[in-house]
């Protein structure tokens, strides 16, 4: 039995493979395959359904969130850093209400996410 790790996907997997027949030249078979423990961002909560949704403009890091979640805010105020290309991004409340954040600070984002809900 040989144990291998492998990534595919950035998922990192281990796999235990045996060798069938000895000198035989067939194609080993895997026995085992399970996901090998990773430590990852909480999941995003469930966006609330009443409520302005604040959208990434594009792929990035969230470094920072200015404002606590259910606090209030106002049209136009700073609610988080977005980080992309090693520029910081002040992404603000596109309407006043009570934010509401889809995202935790470290986490990774895409273009179009969700990163808040202003209700």
Known sequence: MRKFIITLN???YEAEVEEVGVGA???PVVTTVQAAPQTSAPAPKKAVANGEKV???FPGLIKNLLVADGATVKKDQP???LEAMKMD???TAPCDGVV???VAKGAN???DAVLAVIG
């Open 89 to 91: 991004n002040d992404i």
């Open 100 to 102: 509401s954040f889809q």
């Open 10 to 12: 950035g998922k990192t």
């Open 109 to 111: 984002v895409e273009s």
């Open 25 to 27: 030249a067939t194609t």
């Open 79 to 81: 609610i988080l850093v």
């Open 55 to 57: 959208l990434s403009p």
